[in-house]
């Protein structure tokens, strides 16, 4: 087997099909065979390249990782405001001109999260070199976890946002005339979901199908599975539900619902805009923990029901406009609904990579001074940061 290397014309072929594959469909679909196809080479030349098709998605993964660390090497500037904009625009137009790859990079970084902990480690060391100072998770997520989803958000699926003002956010911050008492925010009582036992036909099946999609990947749970989990015949699915595909699809509406709810439900009048948001995110890491199942199957959604998965956010979106605390700390975000739409996702990327630290990496989190942090960067912003 060559070395990983080799620049033949028959490796990049065998790289540039799988790339191609896998960002159209989900991994576990994808055969040697299909990708030798694509690439219009024999199944003998794969495996002289690669051992099998995790190696290559592995080499794919590895990929990416190293051209994203070259690419913020680079980041220079004569000061913090220059620093932070170079540092957005090659992030942007990374994403942009490598959607494919970005696209396989996103579900490998479930599947095989020491690459998403590699990609973690750069981009803390390249903001490391921008402040000179040691990155705690906070400030990763404020800079990263916004800037990551409002990047993949506007090249991947067109979302109405400004790369230009998310530079503006993370200099300046977001809430700046709100103060914080975290104490109060994280002390008030949570009402957990209530346990019920499903009784009807319909409930068991989709309790059955939460867990095994949740478990499992989407291609390795079949009806049968479904049914057998629920103790029910097969025919009883049918009775309720048309397809797999359409019941998963159910799975993922379900799933965003009950996050949505028990957030909105355990949030508070006493409490001021800031407050609500570091609530909100409490909220949510308090949920991934009492049902992992529900952030699986939404993940999964992302690569086998496309447009549920993008239904599922842009309902959160909806969320955030809805809510009687306004956004609005200047008349940007009043004149401007673009700006308004990008501080909309610029926080939900917070959540969302912070969960993926809180569900995947087993090192403890100091959760109480995380959000400490998160909140004074989110008032403040990186041109105040203590």
Not at 45 to 51: A, D, G, S, V
Not at 132 to 158: E, H, M, Q
Not at 338 to 366: A, M, Q
Request: charged share 25%; net charge positive.
């Amino acid at each position: 087997m060559k070395k990983k290397n080799d620049e033949s014309d028959s490796f990049k072929k065998i790289i540039d099909s799988a790339i191609k594959l896998f960002s159209k469909n989900w991994y576990s679909s994808i055969s040697i065979a299909a990708i030798c196809r694509k690439a219009k080479i024999s199944n003998g030349l794969f495996y002289h390249y690669f051992q099998n098709k995790e190696e290559l998605i592995k080499h794919i993964l590895e990929k990416t990782v190293n051209e994203i660390e070259q690419l913020l090497q680079k980041i220079n500037g004569n000061d913090l405001k220059e620093k932070i904009g170079n540092l957005i625009n090659s992030l942007y137009n990374y994403t942009s001109s490598n959607k494919e790859l970005i696209i396989v990079f996103r579900e490998g970084q479930y599947r095989y999260f020491e690459f998403e902990r590699k990609l973690f480690q750069i981009y803390n060391q390249a903001l490391k070199r921008i402040l000179n100072k040691d990155i705690p998770l906070s400030l990763y997520l404020f800079v990263f976890g916004g800037l990551r989803w409002i990047c993949i958000r506007k090249a991947l699926y067109g979302s109405n946002v400004s790369i230009e003002y998310a530079k503006h956010i993370i200099l300046e911050g977001i809430f700046n005339n709100f103060e914080y008492d975290l104490n109060k925010v994280l002390s008030l009582p949570i009402k957990m979901p209530e346990l019920k036992y499903p009784i009807q036909s319909k409930d068991r099946l989709i309790e059955a199908g939460k867990t095994l999609f949740g478990q499992k990947e989407y291609y390795e749970v079949n009806i049968q599975n479904i049914t057998e989990k629920a103790n029910l015949a097969i025919g009883s699915f049918y009775k309720h539900f048309k397809s797999k595909e359409s019941f998963f699809e159910l799975l993922v509406e379900i799933s965003g619902k009950q996050i949505r709810h028990f957030i909105n439900e355990n949030l508070s009048d006493e409490l001021n805009r800031l407050e609500i948001e570091i609530r909100g995110i409490f909220l949510f890491l308090n949920y991934l923990k009492y049902d992992r199942n529900c952030y699986n199957i939404v993940r999964e959604a992302e690569f086998v029901s496309v447009q549920k998965a993008k239904e599922y956010y842009e309902s959160f979106v909806k969320g955030y406009k809805k809510q009687n605390n306004s956004f609005i700390y200047n008349r940007n975000l009043d004149e401007n609904p673009v700006y308004l739409e990008t501080v909309i996702e610029f926080l939900l990327g917070i959540s969302h990579y912070f969960g993926i630290e809180y569900i995947f990496d087993n090192s403890d989190i100091d959760l109480y001074q995380t959000l400490d942090e998160l909140a004074y960067l989110l008032k403040n912003g990186l041109k105040n940061e203590k």
